[in-house]
């Protein structure tokens, strides 16, 4: 069974930089793609950031693009968001994701994820 499990959020300031770490267990962690999604107070799941399985490519929301910096580390089963810059706007609850399946290309949207971690909050005050 897969487990994630996020770890990092917190409040902050605007301006300040916070690091996400999602730590997974249950699956081959390095054939896997891996996401971060977020969901703020009254808005529907937006999708910011993905990564290939090796780790090489990433995708970016616009909202986030040149802020956020996602990474994996395969050998500590662990995927990173690196947000910098923090905006009110990005207040949310941030949630790590893995791919449907080991060997995906796919790690543009939610729907390319099968699993989902409980989420951890960030509050950036302005």
């Known amino acids: 069974q897969v487990q994630l499990v996020e770890s990092g959020g917190g409040l902050v300031q605007a301006g300040d930089s916070l690091r996400l770490s999602c730590a997974a267990s249950?699956?081959?962690?390095?054939?896997?793609?891996m996401g971060w999604s977020r969901q703020g107070p009254g808005k529907e799941r937006e999708f910011v950031a993905g990564?290939?399985?090796?780790?090489?490519?990433?995708y970016y929301s616009d909202s986030v693009k040149g802020r956020f910096t996602i990474s994996k580390d395969n050998a500590k089963n662990t995927v990173y968001l690196q947000m910098n810059s923090l905006k009110p706007e990005d207040t949310a609850l941030y949630y790590c994701?893995?791919?449907?399946?080991?060997?995906?290309?796919?790690?543009?949207?939610?729907?390319?994820?099968?699993?989902w971690g409980q989420g951890t909050q960030v509050t950036v005050s302005s």
């Open positions: 994701a893995a791919g449907r399946r080991a060997y995906s290309s796919d790690y543009r949207r939610n729907s390319d994820f099968g699993s």
């Open positions: 249950g699956l081959p962690f390095s054939t896997y793609t």
């Open positions: 990564i290939s399985f090796g780790g090489m490519a990433t």
